[in-house]
């Protein structure tokens, strides 16, 4: 009833004032990214990047690959179709409406980590949804999608979901046995924004958020599950400020009550971002996210009042507190020579492990790197021990088992991405290496070793519909996962090949 009471009040706001401009979101995925950066970068536009989704009124859309005027010829009436429209698009009124398919139909098979497969080596994904998008007369914009998936899947990854207690598909939320060997999981995403003001929009939501231009975020990351919102933006000139309620839930059951199944723990999330553009070229943040304990006396309430304040920043207050979890951080990005992005973030977390955690990302994305069309992003992350997690649950920095930032702590990260477009088609190459410090249950302790990791994929692929970034493709992709412990050292190792038809709107993260 309060959601519905609150998409009430938004539509009202946005019925009685004039035309402002787009409001429409501009998807997250790793290309639409990509994209934005480096349209951006050409255009030297006042437009802040640190944090997604962007607002396509405030990008060049004009000069960005895949939304700029489309030179590819066509030699049928159906190949706009395919090739560049959406499935379906028509105006009434003042009204626009957009709806497109989206999917990932893949097949493969793993050559190497094969142990255990009673169905074999072969590995598929069956994912099918839909995206709608509405514009009420660039007032207000409605944007809804889902996505139902079936899938037998990589060992690593079965592992990840189904036997190391995680029961997630990263990005996707909770799994389900499919057919014995296979998971099947599911995801809505949905928004409602309006512009109350020229510089001033709300919106309320059920999806994700990112912080920086980093293939990984360490303060507030995509990668984990979506989640309930309601957001405002502020813009004035050089400076801007975002902030953001949440509802996030830990995969813990609450004790069985009225319903058939019971609840999973609830929690209270914020954060905000208070970001200063001096030049087009120079852009820093401050970042505070909190999260807020919902629990008295073993009894569930409702948060602590200032979990409702409007003021940015305010969950500072809570930086030392022993009942909630409160994270501060910086975020900046440098724009050199209309081709060049260096970024960087650091956060510093006191948890209740009675540790501080300090957490560093620094990187650079290079386009047109030599030859036109070939980007080149190096970063390195270094991830603190307990910098999301803590023993006192109800206000650790998890969601749906998925760390708020980075997927892994007390670890070092380095990575390598490639890619290379001719026209549209595609070449993507990624190195991850990562080293951690992990721990495991003896018989009255932890002991602690040492993990190794390292992931590489390369990716050729026909980007045939940019609308909602779809490709056909074949991807190869090897991981080698090796621990080493006191008295014993084993790992894994995984090869597999996949090819397919898909739409990629959101960032998928399976290389932790």
């Not at 790793?30 to 536009?45: E, N, Y």
């Amino acid at each position: 009833m309060r959601k519905l009471l609150g998409f009430v009040v938004l539509f009202c706001f946005a019925t009685c004032y004039e035309s402002f401009g787009q409001v429409e979101s501009f998807p997250m995925g790793f290309l639409f990214q990509q994209q934005a950066q480096r349209g951006v970068l050409l255009s030297d536009s006042l437009c802040f990047l640190s944090t997604y989704p962007l607002m396509k009124e405030k990008l060049p859309l004009s000069i960005m690959e895949g939304q700029k005027a489309d030179s590819v010829k066509v030699y049928h009436d159906l190949a706009p179709f395919f090739l560049r429209n959406n499935m379906v698009d028509f105006s009434l009124n003042d009204v626009r409406v957009r709806l497109n398919l989206i999917y990932d139909f893949s097949a493969g098979r793993d050559f190497i980590d094969t142990i255990g497969y009673s169905r074999g080596e072969k590995l598929y994904t069956n994912r099918r949804g839909a995206w709608l998008q509405v514009n009420f007369k660039e007032r207000a914009y409605v944007e809804s999608g889902f996505y139902e998936t079936q899938a037998f899947l990589p060992k690593y990854l079965q592992r990840l979901a189904q036997e190391d207690s995680l029961n997630i598909f990263p990005g996707f939320g909770r799994v389900k046995p499919y057919r014995t060997e296979g998971v099947d999981y599911n995801m809505a995403f949905s928004v409602f924004r309006v512009k109350i003001k020229p510089d001033f929009t709300v919106a309320l939501g059920y999806g994700k958020h990112k912080v920086g231009n980093g293939y990984r975020s360490l303060l507030w990351s995509d990668g984990m599950f979506c989640y309930p919102y309601l957001e405002y933006a502020l813009q004035k000139g050089n400076f801007r400020i975002m902030h953001v309620w949440s509802v996030m839930q830990n995969m813990r059951r609450l004790p069985l009550g009225d319903t058939p199944e019971s609840l999973f723990e609830r929690k209270g999330g914020s954060f905000s971002m208070v970001s200063y553009m001096p030049k087009p070229w120079l852009e820093f943040s401050i970042f505070e996210s909190t999260i807020w304990n919902r629990y008295r006396k073993n009894e569930i309430g409702s948060p602590d009042l200032l979990y409702y304040s409007p003021i940015p920043l305010s969950g500072l207050t809570q930086f030392n507190s022993s009942r909630n979890k409160s994270t501060v951080g910086l975020d900046f990005n440098l724009r050199l020579k209309k081709k060049m992005l260096l970024y960087g973030q650091s956060s510093l977390v006191y948890s209740n492990e009675n540790t501080l955690a300090w957490n560093s990302q620094l990187g650079i994305q290079i386009f047109q790197f030599l030859v036109p069309n070939l980007d080149v992003n190096i970063e390195m992350n270094q991830i603190a021990p307990h910098a999301y997690s803590q023993s006192f649950q109800v206000a650790n920095g998890v969601h749906m088992n998925q760390n708020i930032g980075h997927p892994l702590e007390n670890c070092k990260e380095k990575l390598l991405r490639i890619s290379y477009r001719y026209s549209r088609w595609m070449v993507n190459a990624k190195l991850n290496l990562i080293n951690q410090v992990v721990a495991r249950s003896i018989i009255d302790d932890f002991e602690y070793g040492d993990r190794s990791l390292s992931q590489w994929e390369i990716q050729a692929s026909y980007w045939f519909n940019p609308k909602t970034n779809s490709q056909i493709f074949i991807q190869y992709a090897d991981r080698i996962d090796a621990y080493s412990y006191t008295n014993e050292d084993f790992g894994y190792h995984s090869a597999w090949l996949s090819l397919g038809i898909r739409s990629n709107l959101h960032a998928n993260y399976q290389d932790f």
